[in-house]
C-alpha cells in the first residue's frame, strides 16, 4: 500500500480500470480488513476466505507489474536511475585524517562530516 501512497494517480487508474483492476480487489480487502472506518472494511473474512484472498493477491502481482510496464519503460532511457558516482576522493581508514591532526582517519574524523580543524 505504501506504492499506491507514494504515486495514487497511477494507481487509481489501474484500480478504476474494468479490464485490469480486478487484482486490487484482493489487496484492497486485505488492507481495510481491520481499518477504523467501518465504511471500508469488507465484509468479515473466515480464514478460508483470507487464504483465498492472500492467494489471489499473490496470483495477481504478475498482472499488476504488466500493467505498468508500458509506464516504467519511458523512464528507464531517460537517466532516472543514474548511478551515483563519488566526486570527491575516498579516505581510506588508515590513510592520514584530511583535517591535519596526524592521526589515523578512522580514529579523528571518520564519524563526522569531513571538516577542516
Not at 24 to 47: C, F, G, N, Q, S
Not at 54 to 71: N, Q
Not at 73 to 83: E, M, V
Not at 86 to 110: A, D, F, M, Q, T
Request: charged content about 30%.
Amino acid at each position: 500500500m505504501r506504492a499506491v501512497q507514494m504515486r495514487p494517480d497511477s494507481w487509481r487508474q489501474l484500480i478504476n480500470d474494468e479490464d485490469h483492476g480486478g487484482p486490487m480487489v484482493a489487496i484492497m480487502m486485505l488492507h481495510h480488513e481491520h481499518d477504523p472506518d467501518p465504511e471500508m472494511r469488507p465484509p468479515l473474512l473466515t480464514p478460508e476466505k483470507r487464504e483465498d484472498a492472500l492467494r489471489t493477491m499473490v496470483a495477481g502481482l504478475p498482472h499488476i507489474y504488466g500493467y505498468f510496464e508500458p509506464r516504467r519503460r519511458p523512464l528507464q532511457n531517460t537517466g532516472a536511475q543514474r548511478s551515483m558516482h563519488r566526486v570527491e576522493l575516498k579516505i581510506g581508514r588508515n590513510e592520514p585524517c584530511p583535517c591535519g591532526s596526524g592521526r589515523k582517519y578512522k580514529h579523528c574524523c571518520v564519524d563526522k562530516p569531513l571538516t577542516l580543524h
